[in-house]
Nanobody, 121 residues
Framework: QVQLVESGGGLVQPGGSLRLSCAAA????????MGWYRQAPGKERELVADITRGGSTKYADSVKGRFISSRDNAKNTVYLQMTSLKPEDTANYYC???????????????WGKGTLVTVSS
């Protein structure tokens, strides 16, 4: 069994910064793509950023130039550095990973439970 635990959410003023972390724990062999998604009240969950094992990244247009995703493969952890935050960034942020673990030779998708980011003055 694999568990993902996010941390780093909170309340921040517009223009501020936050750094989210998501660590995976379990009998992990390797992790393929790591990603961040968010869901605002009344809206669908959307991709914010993802990063491959080799470090290639992809971002939603709404966060390009403001958010940076990175990962530490040795720690099975993905990060999301968020800067110039806007009220419209307010949402629950979830990490998602494609993990090869246990007896399986292929990756399975796991989700964290989410961390709330509120951008407000």
């Amino acid at each position: 069994q694999v568990q993902l635990v996010e941390s780093g959410g909170g309340l921040v003023q517009p223009g501020g910064s936050l750094r989210l972390s998501c660590a995976a724990a379990g009998s992990i062999s390797s992790i393929n793509v790591m990603g961040w998604y968010r869901q605002a009240p009344g809206k669908e969950r959307e991709l914010v950023a993802d990063i491959t094992r080799g470090g290639s990244t992809k971002y939603a247009d709404s966060v390009k130039g403001r958010f940076i995703s990175s990962r530490d493969n040795a720690k099975n952890t993905v990060y999301l550095q968020m800067t110039s935050l806007k009220p419209e960034d307010t949402a629950n942020y979830y990490c998602r990973m494609n993990v090869v673990a246990g007896i399986y030779s292929y990756g399975m998708t796991y989700w964290g439970k989410g961390t709330l980011v509120t951008v407000s003055s």
